[in-house]
């Protein structure tokens, strides 16, 4: 165990320096951190890093950016980069979102992916502020053992810097790393380190030039459930008779450890606590309140192991697969409801009608790889725009449903790598003429009305040759 | 219910001479009908409502597959189909050899539903096709009951149909298969039949071939169809009915319909070549001998006609005995004497379970006991005798076709469980008539002993014996003695059954004098008619209970009520779905044939052997597999590159129908192909039993091994609650196979074949023999 890791430390090692040289001719280096504080929260599948970065202007210009930094290997499973700043004095403080772009940089060292922070009001020369950054990081605990039989707990890596990766010069930096239980097999020490209970602390470090990087490895006990939705895709269909009705289509795996052998029924029933502690039987969907004709099935036809409770706040549907799910494998599954439209859907001031409603996936705790959602607006809407808080791919499609003739237009949003924090709302605008919810209506009776006038024209026509 | 008061009051409205109240009438028996066709729909959404809306069963799983390649890859696709997920490594030719009549059917619907923007799953149509043809069933009914015995029969006949329970049975929603349209097809068929016989128009001759080729599209049992029709005609010929109505009722159908028919892959040149189509053949000639002689009869004196006859007749009889010969030697020297198996043992009740143990292994293919009459047809038990003493008054073509329906299908019913469906109408039909004509000559007699309306019944039963004899259409017809030949003999049966008093008079006497005598006392009219009320009322409760309780149950989700409430056992679905998303997609699952199409189309995994059972010998080969000792069944199993073996298996739950207590027929068939497996070796003196008194051969075998295994684990004594027994043999380890799946409530099991060890340098001499047994596993099968 541990040589890989000696390896690792002396790969990384020239790396970083390769890095540092490189970095000296960085034009933002005239901003400084003065402190620096990182907590990496790894409890569960999803690796939620908080950091906590003292700002100071070194330079003699005013700035409004602040650079963030991250590995290549870290920003492919980047789901979000939040950025807040803390506003006035002690006790009043108040938080700030702070607009977050991924930017790229001409002389990026090493592949290295920057995000600018934008802050509210310019750094003058010589003053100091305090950012929140907070990011979370999909698919990044690497199950070691890969494969685990049915007994076994789950093992995973992290891997990291013990240094925060930052393109200025950082003064004092301390990492805090939280580990779901007292079982951590092996860590990598950069002096001073230490562990207490189910924390790791990095640091303090002092004087760390830009791009400092010293590559640590974790490796611990983690049995939380590795929910993963390989793909989702949610649709909701607007009727303006008074119905929303959702559809969505869920890819579920187990992405921990993959689960190795005999699967015994009687092992799993007798034994609950030794056997199958990685596994999960149970999923939590928290759906909006006043969820009405709620279905959960499969394409074999309807599993009848959920329940559901609901209160005037929110509902909660509990879903359990057909089988527990064990490392590496799947389930699918349809979950529908039907909501009422009130609640959901509001007029703008300028004559358009918008819909609000949640993005990201009900389910607690999973990570969304591939999320498509689809807004099906009424037969006869035009002018679809969706806004949606964070950036995803858009394009319109058209489904034909009951008895449509043009058909309904689709706004269709996919965005990947969707954790909980994206479960925020967006909205689609459109503009509607109500008169379009009588076409349908008026059709079938004019298709009647022909059917019956053809019947008694055809009862009193005389078509017979022979009179 | 409704379904005979109804039908009872639109009688009477029928029997009007004036114009409104026929009209009226008209509207009448056209809502009625409209509101049978919704009890005959709505009565088979039990299962539906009950439990969901899913496909039930094994063979509607297939059928359900089939449907869904067909809408997605289109008609030609489908008659080309090899589908390699089956009968592995062999395959099946799917076009060839399915009747695609449901599935064209469904399919079509499915079309039109989607090219009308109507989004339904292919499942959602599925499911709703056979409670959709149960509706069209009984509007058929009504139809060829009407044209037997005029509309009000129809209506009632139809009635019953809507709800027979041994037509629920096969076509609840969800129960997709053949039988679901082929009821209708059938009975629609024999409609356009006598629609032909009594009109003798050209037209219905032709729609009567386009129906029966649906027919064989649909189902099987069309041969049930092209054997009863030749009967008939033979029957009418026999009986000196002869006539021009007859021979275009039927020549056009015989040639017509046999090309049709072979124009359907699966019957092909069967449709001239088996035995099951020769009677057609023969009648066939025989019509047009009888047509010939007739029209010599027309043109040539007497005289000259009897010399011509005994010329005929003597150079014909010579070439006909001649044509006999031959025919006989070729059908003689086929094996099975041109005769398919289950035809066969439609003929000889005993043939199946000497010969065939697979045909004989199916529940449904036994013959019925005494309750399933009741429980299946219930009071038409009882009606059918009256309906067919009221078909003979009088006998007519369409009648007498009735009779005979209703003689051959009780025959065939008694033979095997499944042809009660073919019963089912018979039954209706002539349970139809017989209330019909109870009802009539009740009300009737009601009404003209009512002051008051009593100079109307006169005139009414005039008209009801005219719009009877309209059905019957026979060339010369008085309206007074028709009425007359009918209604006196139909009363007297009645009153055979009620009351014997009155022995109706001479026919001289004035007529109303007369109808007052044929009239029945008004409080014994009443009474029965209470009476045949109650009885109606009775049938539906208890088709009522039928649809609800008895046949609705998927059979892939069972229920049970315990003191905490409903239980639902959803394993078999548990199964398949860890299958299809955990398991490869070439990965080869064997099980024995009963679950293959279910696995086939829920979990999308290849199949050794499948409820197809077109192959005896492959069948016999996971048969022996399930019955051999492990290395034995591990060597069988990897020579057909099986990953996994899936069991089903009740004891845990007290599921009755589980592979231990179908593995007999395992052994059976196994050993009917390969002989070193013999039925004695599992059974102690001749009992079948799994505890400490089981032979080694049973505790050793395969099927006993993957069903317990570490099931003593479960409670510590492993009793199984099924065979209602501790286990003989309680703790063994498995050396070929691992338990890589096992559902909830155990119901199912799967197990992987390990994979063969590699070969040890100490050991080779070991491994030699083992590789030399390998190539002829069935001398290796032998030893232990």
Known sequence: METPIRSRETLSLTLFSLLFFICKSSPLHHLLISNAERRIDLSSHIVKVYLTLKIENAGSTPASEVLLAFPPAQVDHLATVEALATKGKRKKTTLVHLEVKPTELPDAPNDAKYFTIYLASPLNSGESTTLEVLYMLTHSLEPFPAEIAQSESQLVFYRDNALILLPYHVRQQTTFIKTPSNKVESFTRVEPTNRAGTEIKYGPYEDRPPYSFSPILVHFENNSPFAVVEELVREVEISHWGNLQVTEQYTLVHAGARHKGVFSRVDYQSRPSLNGVSSFRYLLARLPPRVHSVYYRDEIGNISSSHLRTDSRKSELEIEPRYPLFGGWKATFVIGYGLPLQDFLFESSNDKRYLNFTFGCPLLETVVDKLTFKVVLPEGSKDPSAVVPFPVEQHLETKYSYLDVVGRTVVVLEKKNVVPVHNTHFQVYYTFKPIFMLAEPMMLASAFFLFFVACVAYLHIDLSIRK | ?784
């Open chain 2, 1 to 784: 219910m409704a379904a005979p008061e109804t039908s009872s009051a639109a009688v009477p409205t029928l029997y009007t001479n004036n114009t409104l109240r026929n009209a009226f009438g008209g509207v009448l028996s056209f809502f009625i009908l409209l509101l049978i066709g919704v009890l005959a729909f709505s009565i088979r959404l039990f299962s539906v409502i009950k439990y969901e809306s899913v496909i039930h069963e094994f063979d509607p799983y297939f059928n359900y597959r089939v449907t869904q390649f067909l809408t997605k890859n289109g008609i030609y696709e489908f008659w080309n189909w090899f589908d390699d997920r089956t009968w592995y490594p062999l395959g099946r030719v799917i076009g060839g050899t399915v009747y695609p009549g449901l599935t064209l059917t469904a399919g079509t619907i499915w079309w039109l539903l989607n090219s009308l923007n109507i989004p339904l799953s292919v499942e959602t149509v599925c499911v709703f096709t056979a409670p959709i043809f149960s509706a069209f069933a009984s509007w058929a009914t009504y139809l060829l009951t009407k044209e037997v015995k005029g509309a009000g029969a129809g209506l009632t006949a139809a009635a019953l149909l809507a709800m027979v329970p041994s037509y629920i049975s096969r076509s609840v929603a969800g129960s997709y298969d053949n039988e679901a349209v082929a009821i209708f097809a059938l009975i629609f068929t024999f409609y356009l039949y006598i629609k032909t016989l009594n009109t003798g128009s050209l037209f219905y001759a032709t729609l009567n071939s386009i129906a029966y080729f649906y027919m064989v599209c649909s189902w099987g049992g069309y041969t049930f169809i092209i054997n009863l029709i030749p009967m008939h005609v033979l029957l009418c010929i026999v009986i000196g009915r002869y006539s021009s109505r007859l021979y275009i009722a039927y020549a056009p159908l015989v040639v017509l319909g046999t090309l049709l028919a072979a124009l359907v892959p699966v019957v092909g040149f069967n449709a001239v070549m088996t035995s099951e189509h020769f009677a057609s053949f023969l009648v066939f000639i025989i019509i047009h001998v009888v047509a010939f002689v007739y029209h010599i009869k027309g043109i040539l004196s007497p005289k000259m006609f009897k010399v011509a006859v005994t010329l005929v007749a003597s150079v014909g009889l010579a070439v006909c005995c001649a044509v006999i010969a031959v025919l006989i030697a070729l059908v003689a020297s086929s094996p099975t004497k041109g005769w398919s198996g289950r035809s066969l043992s439609l003929l000889d009740p005993t043939y199946a379970s000497k010969y065939i143990p697979i045909i004989a292994s199916v529940s449904e293919h036994q013959p019925p006991t005494w309750p399933s009459y009741f429980m299946d047809i219930n009071v038409l038990a009882f009606l059918v005798p009256a309906g067919i003493i009221a078909c003979f008054l009088p006998l007519s073509d369409a009648s007498s076709f009735v009779v005979l329906y209703i003689a051959t299908s009780v025959y065939f019913s008694g033979v095997m469980v499944r042809l009660m469906l073919v019963l089912a109408p018979a039954a209706c039909i002539t349970s139809g008539i017989a209330l019909s004509q109870a009802f009539d000559v009740f009300t009737r007699s009601i009404k003209f002993q009512l002051p008051g309306i009593s100079s109307n019944a006169e005139v009414d039963a005039g008209e009801a014996s005219s719009a009877i004899a309209e059905a019957q259409n026979d060339a010369v017809k008085t309206e007074k003695p028709e009425e007359t030949s009918r209604d006196r003999p139909s009363r007297k049966n009645k009153k055979k059954e009620k009351e014997p008093v009155e022995k109706p008079s001479t026919k001289a006497k004035a007529k109303a004098e007369k109808k007052r005598l044929l009239a029945l006392p008004l409080e014994a009219s009443a009474i029965s008619l209470l009476l045949l009320v109650l009885l109606g009322a009775f049938y539906v409760v208890h088709c009522v209970w039928a649809a609800a309780e008895a046949y609705s149950a998927p059979s892939i989700v069972l229920t049970s009520h315990s003191h905490d409430g409903l239980h639902v056992f959803d394993d078999f679905r548990e199964a398949y779905a860890w299958l299809h998303h955990n398991t490869d997609v070439d990965d080869k699952v064997a099980s024995w044939w009963d679950y293959g199409y279910q696995t086939t189309a829920m979990a999308n995994r290849t199949v050794i052997v499948d409820n197809n059972t077109w192959n005896n010998t492959h069948i016999a080969t996971v048969g022996t597999a399930m019955s051999s000792p492990e290395k034995a069944a591990w060597e069988i199993f990897h020579s057909l590159d099986v990953k996994y073996v899936l069991v089903v298996f009740g004891g845990l739950v007290g599921y009755p129908s589980d592979d231990i207590n179908k593995f007999l027929w395992m052994v059976r068939i196994g050993g009917g192909v390969f002989p070193h497996i013999k039925e004695p070796d599992y059974l102690r003196d001749g009992q079948y039993r799994i505890d400490s008194q089981g032979t080694p051969t049973m505790l050793n075998s395969l099927m006993y091994k993957l069903s317990y295994y570490r099931f003593v684990e479960t409670d510590g004594k492993g009793f199984d609650r099924v065979r209602r027994t501790e286990i003989g043999k309680k703790y063994f380890k498995l050396t070929h196979f691992e338990e890589v799946f096992t559902t909830h409530h155990w119901m199912v099991r799967i197990y992987k074949l390990k994979s063969p060890k590699n070969r040890i340098r100490g050991k080779t001499k070991k491994s030699k023999s083992k590789t030399g047994s390998a190539s002829s596993p069935k001398g290796k099968k032998k030893n232990p």
